[in-house]
């Protein structure tokens, strides 16, 4: 944790009961609350979290509740679902709640990097505390004015109610006196039951920002307009590394709208968050910037990617792929297994999944002002607090001295984590006369060509089965460049938390496992993406189970319940997972039980085994990834041109405790839309080092042609005994090795390398 945050968080905990009372120019009155329980995954996050109302709830005296929203929007709903749980446990009506975007300040408002699947994961518990404790505080205020025990008094849909008398009273009039109440802690404080929820797990309450989205009026980083604002675009080296050789501005500047032209430095050692470097124009409008930016002269030392190849990488991939790596997991003794096996007992495979780019709707963008010593910030970002340091860091601020307004993201999948784009914008901001509001721009293009990729990536996997169809052995080795050489010049090799995900953490009754990583290295920004490396580990592994179900002759659905066997709850550790996503084993085992349920609620949805026409075909392909566990049944047609048709999608889903299963629904299809994309049409290629793709004309997403008609998603476990799992990460993995799986069962031929365009 960073030093502010955690002396925050000990400030909080040393101050158990404090209570503070505030009123803003509103009438608005908050209460503060914090306690020291334990929370789970929380140390490993900077900031940690927070219970208190203070920052998070304020009520006016006309009655209005405002909620802090202190995660950015990204479209999994969290501006609605942690509010939500917030009004809830308070007892607060919908329709009189109004939620606001927080600023960054970790120190504050506990974690805000939207990363991880971790929203509700670490704050449902959190949000409702503060619920539940402001709600105690409002029937304690109503009981000592009318001298009443407070066992005779409950709060319902904003109003407090003395049951004998019926008398009642508004939460805009008690507000002041509830915040002069003690705060309840520990066992005093009373979280309502299940059966008592108004909000959470029903599919009652609107998007907050449903309205505004819908009719236009939301406000994106794209959106954001101030008096006297200029605006910048950015030529970047072409390769990652390059360096300015040579510039001529002066036909750039000869051009009308021009106003100046500005050097961004290249960064130095590992690329982390900095620009890659370039040269800035700077207008009076985009286009004017974007013109000037075609007519600068430019001459760029490549550096040492510039050989970097899509095709002979891939082949050095393969190549590391089929020699010893570095050992990350080591069970029994694989390599003596497949040595001694008959020919005919083994069996092998390899897998390829090309380098991704995130794609967001909305490309980076960023507005800053320089102005009295301070900076203030405009952006869509992922982690507000990550930005905030950078500009701070850049402009040689203390970090309260730049303010980072959060606005609504258009897409992000981890890209807008990464605040290179802020920082370019506070170096063209300082270069600028003071005062003056710098939008920087990123187009299609410089999104596509200069992204923090997914990482490219060969599986090999290699099995041994006996003749009663038993797999006996397992090794899975992986060659692909880390996102630790964003941090570490020269990084080689998937770490830990890389490998755990999908392949050294699988629970299959396999005697004798091994799981390698290839020490390879990187030629381009690798970066973190929705769902992260459980996509080619994933991929590679459910194709592989569904060959070993087909080579053996039995059904892959009872062929992988076989394999994962009885359910039971598995310390990740004996998995080799130590990492475990950062959270507590004993809190989050892998539950294999789970694992098959979400199996059957596929299949079952599915209908699996059913007749099909000729043609058609089902594939399955499960997945456990941030604390939940995924299945997809993917159901297509090919015709015999080799074109694949999705014609059905079934997701099935267990993430615990279902808290908004609207936003569930809606991510599981967008993850099936995503997924289905990366699998038939994604893929990133490097030429003399540079991205030769540029937009969405040859970085193809999934068009609406190519959707499929029906996507039926199955929510599974709602089981509220259970911490909360994950939901916008998990539901791509499962996909591409489901859609392969069905293609095979509908042709018989074999998908190992994504995209697959065409079956040919």
Not at 338 to 357: D, G, I, K, N
């Amino acid at each position: 944790m960073t030093g502010s945050a955690l002396s925050r968080r000990r400030f909080l905990q040393g101050s158990l009961g404090l209570l503070t009372l505030a009123v803003t120019a509103r009438g608005l009155v908050s209460v503060a609350w914090a306690d020291d329980a334990p929370r789970y995954g929380a140390d490993s996050m900077p900031g940690g979290t927070v219970d208190d109302p203070l920052v998070f709830v304020s009520i006016a005296t006309d009655g209005t509740v405002t909620i802090v929203a202190h995660r950015a929007e990204m479209g999994t709903g969290v501006r609605t679902s942690l509010p939500m749980v917030v009004a809830d446990e308070m007892e607060a009506r919908w329709d009189r709640v109004e939620v606001v975007q927080a600023e960054a300040d970790e120190a504050r408002y506990g974690n805000q990097n939207v990363d991880g699947s971790r929203s509700v994961r670490h704050f449902l518990m959190p949000m409702r505390r503060v619920g539940a404790a402001a709600r105690q505080m409002l029937e304690a205020a109503a009981a000592a004015r009318w001298a009443v025990p407070v066992a005779e008094v409950r709060a319902t849909q904003h109003e407090v109610l003395h049951q004998p008398s019926g008398r009642r009273l508004g939460y805009g009039e008690l507000a002041a006196d509830a915040a002069r109440q003690p705060v309840p802690t520990g066992d005093a404080l009373r979280l309502k039951t299940r059966a008592e929820f108004r909000y959470i797990g029903k599919d009652q309450v609107r998007l907050v920002d449903l309205e505004d989205i819908g009719t236009g009026q939301a406000i994106y980083g794209m959106d954001m307009r101030l008096p006297g604002m200029v605006y910048a675009v950015v030529a970047r080296p072409p390769v990652v590394g390059g360096t300015l050789r040579r510039l001529d501005s002066r036909k750039a500047l000869a051009l009308p709208g021009v106003l100046q032209v500005i050097e961004i430095p290249a960064f130095q050692g590992a690329p982390a968050f900095q620009p890659l470097g370039g040269v800035a124009v700077v207008a009076r409008n985009t286009w004017a910037a974007m013109q000037g930016r075609a007519a600068l002269e430019l001459e760029w030392d490549d550096g040492a990617n510039a050989g970097y190849d899509s095709a002979a990488y891939r082949q050095a991939l393969e190549e590391a792929s089929r020699a010893p790596g570095k050992v990350m997991r080591d069970q029994g003794d694989a390599p003596g297994s497949w040595a001694q096996a008959a020919e005919r007992e083994r069996f092998a495979a390899e897998y390829y999944v090309p380098h991704l780019a995130h794609a967001s709707m909305e490309p980076p963008v960023a507005t800053v002002r320089i102005q009295d010593g301070r900076a203030d910030v405009w952006t869509s970002v992922q982690n507000p607090v990550a930005a905030r340091d950078a500009v701070a860091a850049r402009l040689e601020l203390q970090p309260e001295k730049v303010k980072v307004n959060v606005l609504l993201l258009g897409g992000g999948f981890g890209r807008k984590s990464k605040p290179d784009f802020v920082d370019e914008a506070a170096i063209v901001a300082r270069a600028m006369p003071e005062g003056t509001p710098v939008k920087l721009v990123w187009t299609r293009e410089d999104d596509i060509r200069h992204d923090y990729l997914h990482t490219v990536s060969c599986e090999r996997l290699e099995a041994v089965v006996d003749r009663q169809g038993q797999v006996r052995s397992w090794l899975h080795r992986s060659a692909a460049p880390t996102i630790a050489s964003l941090f570490a010049e020269g990084a080689k090799g998937q770490q830990l938390f890389e490998s755990a995900m999908s392949a050294i953490n699988m629970p299959y009754r396999i005697p004798n496992v091994r799981v390698e990583t290839a020490e390879v290295p990187a030629h381009a920004r690798i970066g973190w993406f929705r769902s992260v490396a459980n996509i080619p580990h994933a991929f590679a592994a459910q194709c592989f189970i569904a060959e070993l179900a087909h080579r053996t002759g039995q059904d892959h659905r009872q062929f992988a319940l076989d394999l994962i066997g009885p359910a039971r709850r598995l310390d990740p550790g004996t998995l080799a997972d130590t990492w475990n996503y950062t959270e507590s084993p004993e809190r989050y085992p892998y539950d294999t039980g789970r694992l098959r349920g979400v199996i059957e609620a596929a299949c079952e949805g599915a209908g699996w085994g059913r007749e099909l026409p000729e043609g058609h075909g089902l594939g399955l392909a499960f997945c456990y990834s941030f604390m939940s566990y995924t299945a997809s049944v993917v159901e297509v047609a090919v015709d015999d041109e080799g074109e694949v048709r999705v014609l059905a999608v079934d997701m099935a889903l267990d993430c615990g405790p279902q808290i908004n299963p609207e936003r569930i629904r809606a991510q599981m299809e967008g993850g099936a839309i995503m997924g289905l994309g990366l699998a038939l049409a994604s893929e990133i290629t490097f030429e003399s080092g540079r991205v030769q793709q540029s937009n969405f004309h040859d970085y193809e997403v999934l068009r609406h042609s190519a959707s499929p008609r029906l996507i039926r998603t199955h929510l599974v476990n709602d089981d509220h005994d259970l911490p909360p799992g994950g939901v916008g990460e998990p539901p791509v993995p499962p996909v591409a090795p489901a859609l392969c799986n069905a293609i095979f069962a509908a042709t018989g031929k074999r998908v190992r390398s994504l995209p697959v365009r065409r079956v040919v």
